[in-house]
């Protein structure tokens, strides 16, 4: 018997308002000391009234928007009661039935084996608005536990996909691709380390070809990105072997994932959701959001689906890199404001664009191999961060521009560009200070290849009994000499014409 997986999503998104869902009470997110963000609303005190926070409905609607799904023109909030210790009220303030997003898409690129990648759609079920419990901490005697309660009454969407993901790879691709949207939307930052991402997963298999859904189980408590595709395996491998020994998983059940041991736990079979005996909440008034949905269309900005596509067919980069550079937004706007700049120095310098359209394709080469391998390297040498680097995007491309009319080589533009790193300086001045430009005196460089010819006898034997690869070691020797200021052609020809003088 062949099995095929069948998943879906439940994923809960913190999003960044400055204040509670339905308090004025800081968003604080972990940062103040425990029950300081507190009030009589989010502490569930008698005679507290909930107010709704707009920013957190208009965060709703900008996701529904993001996601290609619909804003509910007339939504609502609901109780959803039941008891624990981090709920002071006996019930949670969210959506049932009318959740203000249905519907909608994401288009995800998975990875697959040899470096490919294939694209896969996950459709969006719905997302709806609620507040966050509060936090329990269980002390590590095992005896006693603290609730914060700055936690509590935190706006949240929870976001729920259709079962459309086959596999553990292709749900981890997915909450990337979450993340990521939230970002660029601006609504959460979106860091599953510090919960403000977490997820719950729903998983069954079925045997391949047939279309029923199976008793699935709901697999909680998954904090990392890393935990998603273990916790997912490890729920896989479970539930085939059950089905194989003929004990095939019959009712939903609820799994905890635990990181430690790497295994899920079962924690309860699941409720119904009549058990929570939703009914309206009588505090709120329900949500009238056709003005504001669409408001707001014109606000979302570029997703990063589209900013790859755009990267692609604007400038040239390769699918790869476009995909690297649109992961970070600001590493992809300094990418692009240096394509701007060779763009603009390119056009000036050919009076017309058509000198750009053929050498695009080079210049994106260049920047994307600067930026990705050698800046981000100096980068991550320093601990810099390119929220904070010292580098203009316009004097990065200066420093491309210099390469490109081989005013400088590519050992020397290094140089330059950990010193550019270091103080911000313009890259022309650096090479000028410190004497990097490229030496174009060709009779004192021919000198110099002589002379390294002379000193390597070893290496001019070898040439001459027939070995290639000695010549390249004296360009190697050639280039040393020169402190990296010939150009590798330059010197290569030199060495090879003085070579030929000494056949
Ligand atoms: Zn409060």
Request: proline share 5%; glycine share 6%; with cysteine.
């Amino acid at each position: 018997m062949k099995f095929e997986t069948v998943i879906g999503l439940e994923i809960h998104v913190q999003l960044k308002t400055k204040t509670k869902m339905f308090c004025r009470c800081l968003n604080a997110g972990g940062n103040e000391p425990p029950n300081t963000c507190v009030c009589p609303v989010c502490l569930g005190q008698p005679g507290s009234l909930p107010v709704i926070n707009e920013k957190a409905v208009e965060f709703g609607a900008m996701v529904a928007h993001a996601l290609g799904g619909k804003v509910t023109w007339e939504s609502k909030f609901d109780r959803k009661q039941y008891f624990y210790p981090d709920l002071p009220k006996g019930y949670q303030i969210s959506q049932f039935d009318l959740p203000i997003v249905t519907g909608g898409a994401v288009k995800v690129s998975v990875p697959v084996e040899g470096g490919k990648r294939r694209e896969i759609s996950v459709r969006i079920h719905r997302a709806h608005l609620e507040e966050d419990a509060a936090k329990l901490i269980h002390a590590d005697d095992g005896n006693s536990s603290f609730v914060d309660f700055n936690r509590g009454g935190t706006p949240l969407i929870e976001i729920v996909t259709e079962p459309d993901m086959r596999s553990p790879a292709e749900a981890k691709a997915f909450l990337q691709e979450l993340r990521l949207i939230m970002r660029t939307v601006g609504v959460s930052d979106a860091d599953m380390e510090k919960g403000h991402l977490r997820c719950d997963a729903n998983v069954s298999i079925r045997e391949e070809g047939t279309t029923i859904l199976n008793p699935k189980t709901e697999v909680k408590n998954i904090n990392s990105f890393r935990s998603v595709e273990r916790a997912l395996d490890f729920e896989i491998k479970r539930q085939t072997k059950l089905a194989l020994d003929g004990k095939p998983v019959v009712i939903l059940t609820t799994r905890g994932w635990d990181d430690v041991r790497g295994i899920t736990v079962e924690q309860r079979t699941k409720e119904d959701a009549a058990d929570y005996r939703y009914f309206p909440e009588p505090d709120l008034p329900p949500l009238m959001l056709q003005n504001l949905a669409e408001s707001l269309r014109s606000k979302i900005p570029e997703l990063p689906e589209a900013r790859r596509n755009r990267f692609q067919s604007e400038y040239g980069f390769s699918e790869s890199d476009s995909r690297t550079f649109v992961d970070d937004e600001a590493l992809a706007d300094f990418a692009e404001r240096v394509m701007t700049e060779l763009q603009e120095w390119v056009s000036a310098k050919s009076e017309g664009g058509a000198h750009w359209n053929a050498s695009r394709d080079t210049f994106a080469k260049l920047a994307a191999g600067w930026i990705l391998t050698k800046l981000n390297g100096i980068m991550t040498e320093r601990k810099i961060d390119i929220r904070i680097l010292k580098i203009k995007p316009e004097d990065f491309a200066e420093l491309l521009a210099m390469l490109h009319k081989k005013e400088v080589t590519g050992p020397n533009a290094y140089l330059i560009l950990e010193e550019m790193a270091e103080t911000g300086a313009d890259p022309s001045i650096i090479m000028e200070e410190k004497n990097l430009g490229v030496d174009e005196n060709t009779d004192e460089l021919a000198l110099i290849a002589a002379e390294i010819i002379v000193n390597n006898p070893k290496a001019l034997e070898d040439w001459r009994s027939g070995k290639t690869n000695a010549a390249q070691f004296l360009v190697g020797q050639m280039m040393k000499a020169t402190r990296g200021k010939a150009q590798p052609e330059t010197a290569r020809q030199l060495i090879e014409a003085e070579l030929k003088k000494m056949r």
